[in-house]
């Protein structure tokens, strides 16, 4: 069964501090994503890994954000430094394969992010 | 370019009627379309999805259409429920039947009134 663990679900740092945020998806699921759901808007793909190696960043802002998946299970997503424009929702999500071949994606509960 | 838009920022139908949400896309390379669901303080949740292969996936109460010609897809909700009000997101993908990253629109506000 699908679930994603996220933690911590707020936190609020001052700009030009640095932030890390924890996402644990369900145990042998080998593709992870992270998404930036900015208030009014859709989530945003910001990368996503399939077991250890990165499949697809090219919306991350490499300049101030990182993530990284150890052994293919947890990630972390790492903003430094902050701008006020990070205060979003940032969402860690896997797939689930259906029996028709296609896959559905399952988010996890959201970091809220609010930088001051 | 927003290749997902959603244009109703927010519909309000009585609950026991239809529900209907519409959601247009630029991307022809889109071939796979989800629709999620939005409560506060939590993850979307998958609702429904549909091939470029189909042009109708019926779930329950929930259908979702699709008209390639047009870039268009619709979700219909019969019959509405009060459990129903949340944000609902348009989603699609390019390629692997879902697997890959999803773009999403930004999201319509259903409010079914009793």
Excluded at chain 1, 48 to 70: H, I, M, T, W, Y
Excluded at chain 1, 100 to 105: D, F, V
Excluded at chain 2, 100 to 114: N, R, S, W
């Amino acid at each position: 069964e699908a679930g994603v663990a996220q933690s911590p679900r707020y936190k609020i740092i001052e700009k030009r501090q640095s932030v890390a945020f924890w996402c644990n998806p369900i145990s042998g699921h080998a593709t992870l994503y992270w998404y930036q759901q900015i208030l009014g808007q859709g989530p945003k793909l910001l990368i996503q890994f399939q077991n250890n190696g990165v499949v697809d960043d090219s919306q991350l802002p490499k300049d101030r954000f990182s993530a990284e998946r150890l052994k293919g299970v947890d990630s972390t997503l790492k903003i430094q430094p902050a701008k006020l424009e990070d205060s979003a929702v940032y969402l860690c999500a896997t797939i689930w394969g259906t029996a028709r071949g296609s896959y559905e994606q399952y988010f996890g509960p959201g970091t809220r992010l609010t930088v001051t | 370019d927003q290749q997902v838009k959603q244009n109703s920022p927010s519909l309000s139908v009585q609950e026991g009627r239809i529900s209907i949400l519409n959601c247009d896309y630029t991307n022809s390379m889109f071939d796979y379309f989800l629709w999620y669901k939005k409560y506060p303080a939590e993850g979307p949740t998958f609702l429904i999805s549909i091939s470029s292969i189909k042009d109708k996936n019926e779930d329950g109460r929930f259908t979702v259409f699709l008209n390639k010609s047009a870039k268009h897809l619709s979700l219909h909700i019969v019959p509405s429920q009060p459990g129903d009000s949340a944000v609902y997101f348009c989603a699609a993908s390019e390629s692997g039947g879902g697997a890959d990253g999803l773009t999403f629109g930004k999201g319509t506000h259903l409010i079914i009134q009793p």
